[in-house]
């Protein structure tokens, strides 16, 4: 129903900058979005929360990436961003977009990721 695809993923050095976007396609009207944000999975660990905010609310930032990461949106052109500040090698992962509708029904729609490398 609902279609989730990031952009802006590739390789920086560290220090570096790094835009993600996500773009929401389908079925949207009708359905209640609760919570969007971005998560990130690293080789041989388990995806983790980078961001996530109520629709309406403001973000909130895991510690590992607070004070260099920005999340935004733009629920006109439904779309969600990440702006990647100060990037360092613990940084290197998947990163992947969410939305989800809590209650009945539930919903939970992620995309299929975006590379991102960062360079020591």
């Known amino acids: 129903q609902v279609q989730l695809v990031e952009s802006g993923g590739g390789l920086v050095q560290s220090g570096g900058s790094l835009r993600l976007s996500c773009a929401a396609s389908?079925?949207?009207?009708?359905?209640?979005?609760?919570?969007v944000g971005w998560y990130r999975q690293a080789p041989g660990k388990e995806r983790e929360l980078v961001v996530t905010?109520?629709?309406?609310?403001?973000?909130n930032y895991a510690d590992s990436v607070k004070d260099r990461f920005t999340f935004s949106r733009d629920y006109g052109k439904n779309m969600i961003f990440l702006e990647m500040n100060r990037l360092k090698p613990e940084d290197t992962a998947v990163y992947y977009c969410n939305a989800k509708r809590r209650g009945n029904p539930f919903y939970d729609y992620w995309g299929k990721g975006t590379q991102v490398t960062v360079s020591s």
């Open positions: 905010t109520t629709t309406g609310g403001a973000p």
């Open positions: 389908g079925s949207i009207s009708g359905i209640n979005i609760n919570l």
